[in-house]
């Protein structure tokens, strides 16, 4: 339906001019009466047209609309819009949630002009969490209307989430130089936002287990691995000049290889973190264990203790399924450093504006070096806790107990179980 063409000759609510009154009925209240046209009103609106074609207005110029109280001021812009000029009215809205308003009520009385005005103008503006459920509610109302609407609210295709997920753990992972003054906020956001996207999506699972994406994510956590490596190498220079920022550099390079471990972890990738930070293990220790720095870089020590603690999980609990050979290394490269490392934070706590780790984490961690103990071969196993009760004394965590239960009762009924199995296998060529 067109609008009509008659808004230089009629205004809205002109008394001199009008043939009939509009009233929108509220319950109880006083009725608030509109000079209208009849003209104005059928060529604009089915239902004002369907009333007039039904209603002599010379015996009763009068229609009354019952209208939800809430509705109320939306029914009277829809009222008054009718009369404004195609090009004007859309420049007549100032919130969504008044385009929002006036489109219900334009769907209610049939003032298609008036509708379409409404969505174009919802379309081309930015709307809150609550705006998008009344636009979600009253789009379910307008059929093939509803479309530019709803293009902003279904979900992106695969392809779409795709070259998101990608471009965010790029910028996530500092693949992207150079850097503007502000990207370290960025890098958080997008941080942020990748691991929303992840949680619990069954549509972002399809993306995470792309070959692409996998590509990607790897490459991102070789970026910050070598970053690290290099911020290691320069951390002597750099801590002569500023304490300080030398370590909140470092804290930084191991905040984001912490990120993006948890995200490995859950997108099933945790072998890829696990084998790369073996493989800089005993660099990073050479360089943080130095006795330039004996008494400084707690943060750092501590947050090292951290990272560690998400590869022993993972390797611990079988996620990660690894040689007993590179276990075994793995154990004894990073035991002494957790069990020195955490006894001098243990002393230091004392100064209560000192560092301190998590219990939680801590029992974590014990409980995962626990269970890498239980699955090592015998012999390994017994050099670990060998040199566990050597320090005893020294060093009370981790509490390796319960493995060295389990291992002198493995080792009292081994052979034992082996021969009578072995014997039983007819299998003489085997000897223990």
């Avoid at 100032?94 to 219900?104: E, H």
């Avoid at 951390?235 to 500023?242: A, G, I, K, R, V």
């Avoid at 973190?273 to 501590?302: C, R």
């Avoid at 006894?343 to 269970?371: C, F, G, H, P, W």
Wanted: some cysteine; glycine content about 4%; hydrophobic content about 40%.
């Amino acid at each position: 339906m067109e609008p009509a063409k008659l808004d230089e000759v009629y205004k809205f609510d002109d008394h001199t001019t009008s043939d009939v009154r509009v009233c929108f009925k509220l319950i109880d209240e006083q009725p608030e009466w509109f000079s209208c046209h009849s003209s104005v009103l059928s060529q604009n609106s089915k239902y004002f047209a369907d009333w007039l074609g039904q209603n002599d207005v010379s015996s009763n110029n009068c229609i009354e609309i019952e209208c939800p109280r809430a509705e109320y001021d939306h029914y009277v812009k829809m009222l008054k819009s009718i009369y404004l000029p195609r090009e004007s009215l859309i420049d007549s809205f100032d919130s969504v949630k008044s385009a929002v308003g006036v489109l219900r009520a334009s769907r209610s009385l049939g003032c298609e002009f008036v509708t379409k005005s409404c969505i174009q103008y919802i379309e081309a503006s930015s709307w809150d969490e609550m705006e998008e459920e009344e636009i979600l509610e009253v789009a379910q109302t307008l059929g093939s209307d509803a479309v530019p609407l709803l293009a902003r609210l279904q979900a992106p295709s695969a392809d779409a989430a795709k070259n998101v997920f990608i471009s965010a753990i790029r910028f996530a992972t500092c693949m992207e130089a150079p850097f503007p003054p502000f990207s370290d906020d960025l890098k958080t956001s997008a941080q942020e936002q990748i691991d929303f996207m992840i949680h619990d999506d069954d549509d972002t699972a399809l993306v995470t287990t792309d070959e692409d994406v996998k590509s990607v994510v790897r490459e991102g956590l070789r970026k910050l691995l070598s970053a690290l490596r290099t911020g290691l190498d320069l951390l002597s220079t750099e801590f002569d000049q500023s304490h300080h920022q030398a370590e909140q550099r470092i804290l930084c390079s191991l905040a984001d290889i912490d990120w993006i471990a948890s995200l490995l972890g859950k997108i099933e990738m945790m072998h890829d973190f696990v084998s790369g930070w073996l493989k800089i293990s005993d660099h990073v220790l050479s360089v943080v264990q130095d006795k330039k720095y004996t008494s400084d870089l707690w943060a750092v020590k501590a947050k090292l203790i951290e990272v560690t603690g998400k590869a022993l999980d993972a390797v611990g609990y079988g996620s990660v399924v690894l040689p007993s050979s590179s276990r075994v290394h793995f154990l004894k490269t990073w035991l002494p450093y957790i069990q020195m490392t955490k006894r001098l934070l243990d002393e230091n706590s004392k100064d209560e504006t000192s560092l301190q780790m998590d219990s939680d984490s801590y029992q974590n961690i014990e409980s995962a070096i626990v269970s890498m103990v239980l699955a090592l071969p015998s012999d390994d196993q017994a050099d670990i806790l060998s040199e566990w009760m050597k320090k005893a004394e020294q060093f009370r965590y981790p509490d390796l107990t319960e493995a060295f239960e389990v291992w002198c009762y493995r080792s009292k009924t081994a052979k034992r179980r082996l021969v009578g199995g072995l014997n039983g296998a007819n299998n003489p060529t085997v000897s223990l």
